[in-house]
């Protein structure tokens, strides 16, 4: 079973979140932390700790994670001039919390895709 995270807690209304958009596979909320005007993760109900452990029978939902993304973009007033989609996977992908989760950065140009250190 994996680890409970605050993003399990979220999603059961455990914990306090800024929710944007909220079904049965997805939720939404605005980043504690923004790196950007927009700052929106956008995460499954069920408990995934990285991508590493996501298996066929995920691919719908995971999928809805993009669908709800772009609806988000859109509303958020973003869509047109671009924003990034980011998904970190454990240490060396700068993972934090360990429930799969897609970041929805925009509202100003993001910069490299990568940043050379
Ligand atoms: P990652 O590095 O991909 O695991 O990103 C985790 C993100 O979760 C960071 O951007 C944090 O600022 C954000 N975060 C952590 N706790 C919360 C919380 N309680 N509510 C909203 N965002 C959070």
Request: a negative charge.
């Amino acid at each position: 079973m994996s680890e409970d995270t605050i993003f399990s807690k979220i999603v059961r209304g455990e914990a306090p979140a800024d929710i944007v958009y909220r079904d049965d596979r997805v939720t939404a909320f605005r980043d504690i932390q923004p790196q950007a005007p927009t700052h929106i993760l956008i995460i499954p109900n069920k408990a995934i700790p990285t991508v590493n452990d996501v298996t066929t029978d995920d691919e719908a939902m995971l999928g809805h994670l993009f669908v709800v993304a772009a609806k988000l973009a859109q509303e958020e007033g973003i869509a047109e001039d671009g924003y990034r989609l980011i998904v970190n996977c454990n240490h060396d992908g700068g993972q934090v919390v360990f429930h799969l989760h897609m970041h929805l950065l925009g509202g100003r140009p993001i910069g490299r895709m990568v940043q050379r250190v």
